[in-house]
């Protein structure tokens, strides 16, 4: 989405020379007003440009928002002491963006594009629209549970105290917008690789059942959901596994075979500084650091040290002189010029094949109360590929012999290892209730269920007196 941002950015420019050259008494005459400006492709793809660099900014949103989730298993510093005002910024962002969004779809369903853009045109920025919009709620529900519902129908978002409605009413839009972004969206874009397609459509849905399925809603009737939309993905053929461990989050395969939807930087809209991620011995900022157990803990693979920065010069990180903790080597960046002139291009990924093959094997699992040749070959795929293709005792290939629950818990263990620090660990540990334990012991005593939802900020709750905190803040 970032190729379309300077539309965006030109709007904006055109609306703030408007005001500041006209007194508050006179009526701006060259003023864009929102009924005026949603009449072309452009203006509309700029929303979406806009939105988009609402949750994924330089230093904002998820370009640095891994401290959100610092309470998961993986990272360090976590204490499970949660703050009044704990993900407030990602709320924040993600409401601007729905409000955006929400101008869009309103201003298309109202016919605003009138003759300038064909029905299928039409089709496809409502396709992008409903997809991003189901993400941003998608994100939301898991994060603090209850939601205040903002649609394209709100009679005003801003000014009217809005209800939180219950989990049950959001996840009924995400399901239909990411339904309707599937039929609508292509299977690629030949000339704007990164946006949205039908088949990132179809696997983010698959895992919006999948998390229904499981904590808190609870409805096992959607892991049979689940499992269809993930297997349409793998046999539609339009993703694979990148073949070789290392190569999966270099540039070169950002955009693919692998990557089904990812927050997107360019040289013309860089993401967060790469020094964030290295340590101060190759002259970094080490502001993640990874959990020391966590670490022990991950079985010794070619992943492991594709994924995770344990030595260096021969040294194991508890020798090194500084810096004794082990790093994210996953998103370290290897472009030395680029590095120097604090400019990153890598993309954050939303959803990737590894994901949609492992919510493949984890629902069809359920379904049949025990692992088929599907499941299995599917996580094998992976297993397979974490091991350099050879047989590792330590990380050894599942089964159809492994009984349900077994197989249940060593997919969420391949998640675990597969998609560390993604934005995706903390609500696997929430839906599948297994953060106390997955906690480092000391930490054990801060646990309480009330764990499970961040606070819905202070500063919205004191504007809308009709929201409610969630328990425990």
Same mark, same amino acid.
Not at 11 to 39: D, G, H, R
């Given at each position: 989405?970032?190729?379309?941002?300077?539309?965006?950015?030109? #709007?904006?420019?055109?609306?703030?020379?408007?005001?500041?050259?006209?007194?508050?008494?006179?009526?701006?005459?060259?003023?864009?007003?929102?009924?005026?400006?949603?009449?072309?492709?452009?203006?509309?793809?700029?929303?979406?440009?806009?939105?988009?660099?609402?949750?994924?900014? +330089?230093? *904002? *949103? +998820?370009?640095?928002?891994? *401290?959100?989730?610092?309470?998961?298993?993986?990272?360090?510093?976590?204490?499970?002491?949660?703050?009044?005002?704990?993900?407030?910024?990602?709320?924040?962002?993600?409401?601007?963006?729905?409000?955006?969004?929400?101008?869009?779809?309103?201003?298309?369903?109202?016919?605003?594009?009138?003759?300038?853009?064909?029905? %299928?045109?039409?089709?496809?920025?409502?396709?992008?629209?409903? #997809?991003?919009?189901?993400?941003?709620?998608?994100?939301?529900?898991?994060?603090?549970?209850?939601?205040?519902?903002?649609? %394209?129908?709100?009679?005003?978002?801003?000014?009217?105290?809005?209800?939180?409605?219950?989990?049950?009413?959001?996840y009924a839009l995400i399901v239909n917008d990411f339904? %309707?972004?599937?039929?609508?969206?292509?299977?690629?874009?030949?000339?704007?690789?990164?946006?949205?397609?039908?088949?990132?459509?179809?696997?983010?849905?698959?895992?919006?059942?999948? @998390?229904?399925? @499981?904590?808190?809603?609870?409805?096992?009737?959607? #892991?049979?959901?689940?499992?269809?939309?993930?297997?349409?993905?793998?046999?539609? *053929?339009?993703?694979? $596994?990148?073949?070789?461990?290392?190569?999966?989050?270099?540039?070169?395969?950002? +955009?693919?075979?692998?990557?089904?939807?990812?927050?997107?930087?360019?040289?013309?809209?860089?993401?967060?500084?790469?020094?964030?991620?290295?340590?101060?011995? $190759?002259?970094?900022?080490?502001?993640?650091?990874?959990?020391?157990?966590? %670490?022990?803990?991950?079985?010794?693979?070619?992943?492991?040290?594709?994924?995770?920065?344990?030595?260096?010069?021969?040294?194991?990180?508890?020798?090194?002189?500084?810096?004794?903790?082990?790093?994210?080597?996953? #998103?370290?960046?290897?472009?030395?010029?680029?590095?120097?002139?604090y400019s990153s291009i890598m993309n954050m990924p939303?959803?990737?094949?590894?994901?949609?093959?492992l919510i493949y094997a984890e629902a069809a699992n359920?379904?049949?109360?025990?692992?088929?040749?599907?499941?299995?070959?599917?996580?094998?795929?992976?297993?397979?590929?974490?091991?350099?293709? @050879?047989?590792?005792?330590?990380?050894?290939?599942?089964?159809?012999?492994?009984?349900?629950?077994?197989?249940?818990?060593?997919?969420?263990?391949?998640?675990?290892?597969?998609?560390?620090?993604?934005?995706?660990?903390?609500?696997?540990?929430?839906?599948?209730?297994?953060?106390?334990?997955?906690?480092?012991?000391?930490?054990?005593?801060?646990?309480?269920?009330?764990?499970?939802?961040?606070?819905?900020?202070?500063?919205?709750?004191? $504007?809308?007196?009709? $929201?409610?905190?969630?328990?425990?803040?």
């Amino acid at each position: 989405m970032k190729n379309i941002k300077s539309y965006h950015f030109l #709007f904006i420019a055109v609306v703030l020379l408007a005001m500041s050259c006209k007194k508050l008494t006179e009526k701006p005459v060259s003023f864009v007003e929102p009924q005026n400006f949603y009449t072309t492709p452009s203006q509309i793809e700029a929303t979406f440009a806009g939105a988009m660099n609402r949750v994924w900014d +330089y230093w *904002g *949103g +998820y370009g640095y928002g891994m *401290g959100n989730f610092v309470n998961d298993d993986q990272y360090d510093g976590g204490d499970l002491i949660i703050g009044n005002d704990h993900g407030s910024d990602l709320w924040s962002a993600h409401y601007a963006a729905i409000l955006n969004l929400n101008s869009a779809i309103k201003a298309m369903n109202a016919g605003n594009l009138g003759s300038t853009a064909s029905q %299928e045109e039409v089709d496809m920025l409502m396709g992008q629209a409903k #997809f991003i919009r189901a993400w941003n709620y998608f994100m939301l529900v898991r994060m603090f549970g209850a939601l205040p519902l903002i649609t %394209e129908d709100t009679h005003d978002a801003i000014t009217d105290e809005i209800v939180r409605s219950p989990i049950t009413d959001v996840y009924a839009l995400i399901v239909n917008d990411f339904t %309707e972004a599937s039929a609508k969206l292509p299977p690629k874009w030949d000339d704007f690789p990164g946006r949205p397609t039908s088949g990132a459509a179809k696997g983010l849905l698959a895992k919006v059942y999948l @998390t229904m399925a @499981t904590y808190p809603l609870k409805d096992e009737s959607k #892991f049979a959901l689940a499992a269809d939309l993930a297997n349409q993905v793998i046999q539609e *053929g339009d993703y694979s $596994l990148v073949q070789d461990i290392n190569d999966v989050f270099s540039v070169a395969s950002k +955009y693919g075979p692998e990557m089904m939807w990812s927050l997107n930087s360019n040289y013309a809209d860089i993401n967060t500084d790469p020094q964030i991620y290295r340590p101060g011995l $190759l002259d970094g900022w080490g502001d993640f650091r990874v959990q020391i157990e966590w %670490e022990q803990a991950f079985p010794e693979t070619p992943r492991k040290h594709a994924f995770i920065l344990t030595e260096l010069d021969g040294k194991n990180y508890k020798d090194w002189e500084s810096d004794q903790t082990p790093f994210i080597k996953k #998103f370290m960046y290897d472009n030395q010029n680029d590095y120097d002139n604090y400019s990153s291009i890598m993309n954050m990924p939303v959803i990737r094949f590894a994901d949609v093959l492992l919510i493949y094997a984890e629902a069809a699992n359920k379904v049949n109360h025990g692992p088929t040749q599907a499941a299995v070959d599917a996580v094998n795929l992976i297993i397979d590929r974490a091991n350099g293709y @050879t047989p590792i005792a330590e990380h050894p290939m599942l089964t159809t012999a492994m009984t349900e629950d077994a197989f249940d818990a060593a997919v969420i263990e391949e998640r675990n290892q597969e998609l560390c620090f993604e934005y995706d660990r903390w609500f696997d540990l929430v839906r599948k209730e297994i953060l106390e334990e997955k906690t480092v012991p000391v930490y054990k005593v801060n646990f309480t269920t009330d764990d499970y939802l961040f606070p819905i900020p202070d500063a919205d709750i004191e $504007l809308n007196k009709s $929201l409610e905190q969630n328990p425990g803040y």
